[in-house]
């Protein structure tokens, strides 16, 4: 009886593997056959079990992809748009409503794309492996080999890599976004586009800068949650600062309250902090503005332009440059007498001589 079982398991051993699965072993006890439980097992168990590895990546996949998307719904309404929320508030005749934030929905899918893209091909890699460890392929020179090419890969595309660590960082941390005015320190200009390796501005001038994130050690953003437009009114010194500054903050407030000014939003009353400098041509006098983000240029060349026409009705002149110049005037030389010919110093003969002795 002992020699009968152990034939059974050395036929079962040569039909199933070391490792029989319980379909081949039912089907070898069935019908006691090595060859038609080996092809049961090809055709049926190892097929099952790769649908099974398929079907749970792509479930796996979807899951992420729904944590991920939650994830980053959660960062388009983080704390900092309930900042800019509070920001906007009703002012006279006019309530600020919430416009469509571009510049977060850019951020959000970008990162969010980025999230799906790497956690869809982690999963579909360990598939793979095991889907080749379902042909019985040694899984180990193939780890090996991945192991080298990555290390190979690491120090010849670190520039790279901190591309994308940068860029992630970027977007997590919203540094900065589509739409923004940013100063890198080479280039200033408003971002068109942030990828994880590089970010593109257009400056003033309409060129293009193409900037790895790796290369950017400090940024100044000049639009985000709000801008300030600071302007310093200059004015002569024989002018009377109270009334002028009087003048600027009247001014300011019709801005403010002007329902028909809607190329730029003010969302705080204007402020006059006073006299800023005593300049060497005139006295200046700072007027600052809370803006929407990016729009403080237009306010200020607004806030220009009224101001300038206030002033010339009111007769207060803007200084030009002057000079005090002192003119030292020296006493003239004593010289010779006009006379005199400087050729020839001796006095000139009468008039007589001249005549009678030619």
């Known amino acids: 009886m002992v020699l009968a079982q152990n034939t059974i398991d050395e036929g079962l051993r040569d039909a199933c593997g070391t490792s029989p699965s319980r379909l081949c072993e039912w089907v ?41 998307q939650r994830f980053g719904e959660r960062l388009a309404h983080d704390r900092s748009r309930d900042a800019v929320a509070a920001l906007r508030q009703k002012r006279t005749g006019r309530l600020l409503l919430d416009a469509p934030d ?163 939003d003010i969302i705080d009353p204007p402020e006059v902090w006073g006299v800023e400098d005593l300049g060497a041509d005139g006295i200046k006098i700072r007027l600052v503005v809370r803006t929407d983000p990016a729009e403080q240029w237009v306010v200020a060349r607004e806030l220009r332009l009224r101001i300038k026409e206030a002033f010339d009705e009111a007769g207060i002149e803007f200084p030009f440059p002057q000079r005090t110049v002192w003119v030292r005037q020296e006493p003239p030389d004593e010289g010779p007498d006009p006379v005199v010919d400087m050729a020839d110093p001796r006095p000139p003969r009468p008039t007589e001589d001249l005549v009678d002795n030619p």
């Open 28 to 68: 070898f006890e069935w019908s006691d056959s090595e060859g038609f439980a080996t092809a049961l097992d090809i055709i049926i168990n190892k097929p099952l079990r790769i649908l099974l590895i398929l079907l749970f990546a792509f479930v796996l996949t979807r899951v992420v992809r729904r944590v991920v």
């Open 102 to 264: 571009s510049r977060g929905e850019s951020r959000v899918n970008t990162l969010v794309d980025v999230l799906q893209s790497v956690s869809a091909v982690a999963i579909w890699t360990i598939a793979f492996l095991l889907v080749l460890g379902e042909f019985n392929v040694s899984l180990a020179p193939l780890l090996a080999g991945a192991g080298i090419v990555g290390i190979a890969l690491g120090f010849g595309a670190q520039t790279i890599v901190a591309d994308f660590l940068s860029g992630l960082f970027m977007l997590i941390e919203d540094q900065f976004g589509v739409g923004d005015v940013i100063n890198t320190g080479d280039a200033t200009g408003t971002v068109e586009k942030v990828s994880l390796r590089t970010t593109t501005l257009r400056d003033v001038n309409g060129t293009v800068w193409h900037i790895p994130n790796s290369a950017i050690r400090r940024i100044a953003n000049k639009s985000q949650l709000w801008s300030r437009a600071v302007l310093d009114i200059e004015v002569a010194y024989d002018t009377d600062l109270r009334r002028a500054a009087g003048i600027i903050q009247r001014v300011a407030d019709d801005l403010w309250a002007d329902t028909e000014f809607d190329t730029g």
